[in-house]
């Protein structure tokens, strides 16, 4: 045999070697390497996360790891790893799921109607990275409440409920962040103006706003009972609402889960800066958090003469409104008999 026989030879199975060796690869990285039954699931890379987390992350949701890994190396993902949220879907392949990796998918948070800064704090640090005592304590931030004309009291009011597109890695601060812009996206020029109108700030509206919010779920109602709380702050007359009253039970007794259906005459004299019975004007803080229509109502209220209200037994979740006292009395003695027959006590 000659030599260049021999060379051909050898070249034969050097590239037959290449052939095969190249169909292996291309299978391990373009075969399914999923192991979960879902259509789909996210895996959540905390931040500065190493590989090797990462690997222990994703290992329950691939099949075979070393292919993962063996396609991970050749991408330079262990140099380049990202935190974040990621979406695996079944039957993915070996490169999919490493491209995966390097596509965070942001989360759709929502929050509404929070009583608290810290149960708004544990609400958001249930839906992304940043766990609710380090987003409480940049709420808090004093330079940062002093620089936006908050203090603690009312910091509530900067939160507009809504749902919002932000990435689950996103920090406490860049939370805060994206908050405050929402909250000056919001309060444009035409409702600061709105606001100012009714002799009302944007904080103040908030705080008016979550009083409306509490006194009816039903939204066509709301700027109603805005006017009738509206007329009595022009008239001096204490706004006399009662979720303010139950807002400050709550506090005093630090027990916020507990459920209040009816307020009696002694929660009335009470000392607290939230009773509206004993302070006249605005408490100093928002009792929950408004939803917008609340805050509509306030900014667009219904003109009318009444200046009282309460629980209709006709039109559940409904009020009856009155202009004089001796009206009012006639439709709170028909409420109290009815609340009474209920058995209700607290």
């Known amino acids: 045999m ?21 169909f292996i690869l291309i299978k391990q990285i373009f075969s399914a390497n999923t192991k979960f039954t879902e259509q789909e699931v996210f895996v959540y ?7 090797e987390a990462v690997k222990k992350i994703v290992s329950p949701y691939v099949e075979n790891i070393d292919r993962f890994e063996m396609v991970a190396n050749k991408m330079s993902y262990p140099e380049n790893v990202k935190s974040g949220r990621f979406l695996f879907t079944k039957g993915m392949n070996s490169y999919a799921l490493v491209k995966a990796m390097r596509a965070n998918i942001p989360v759709k948070l929502a929050f509404n109607n929070q009583e608290r800064l810290e149960n708004f704090a544990g609400r958001v640090g249930s839906q992304i990275e ?28 900067m939160f507009i409920p809504n749902t919002y597109e932000i990435y689950w890695n996103t920090s406490a601060v860049k939370f805060r962040e994206k908050m405050i812009k929402e909250y000056r996206n919001f309060w444009n020029t035409e409702r600061v103006a709105k606001a100012k109108k009714q002799g009302l700030t944007p904080i103040e509206a908030t705080i008016l706003a979550s009083i409306v919010h509490k006194e009816s779920v039903k939204k066509d109602e709301r700027p109603r009972i805005a006017g009738v709380y509206l007329n009595r702050l022009r008239v001096g007359m204490p706004l006399q609402a009662d979720p303010t009253v139950i807002y400050a039970i709550k506090k005093r007794d630090n027990d916020f889960d507990q459920v209040i259906k009816r307020v009696f005459y ?10 509206t019975y004993m302070n006249t004007g605005l408490p100093p803080g928002p009792i929950a958090m408004p939803d917008i229509t609340a805050l509509e109502a306030v900014l667009n209220p219904e003109k009318n003469d009444f200046l009282y209200f309460c ?3 006709d039109r559940f979740g409904y009020h009856e409104f009155a202009a004089t006292l001796k009206e009012h009395n006639v439709n709170a003695k028909k ?9 209700v006590k607290r």
């Open 130 to 157: 940043a766990d609710s005592l380090s987003l409480l304590t940049s709420f808090k931030d004093s330079i940062f409440l002093k620089e936006n004309g908050f203090n603690e009291e009312n910091v509530l009011a």
């Open 45 to 51: 890379v905390p931040t500065d996360a190493s590989y």
């Open 335 to 343: 409420y109290s008999d009815w609340i009474n027959s209920q058995g």
């Open 266 to 275: 002694n929660d009335l004299t009470m000392t607290s800066p939230y009773n």
């Open 311 to 313: 629980a209709s037994v």
């Open 2 to 22: 000659n030599f260049k026989k021999i060379i051909s030879i050898v070249s034969v199975v050097i590239v037959t070697g290449l052939i095969v060796y190249g």
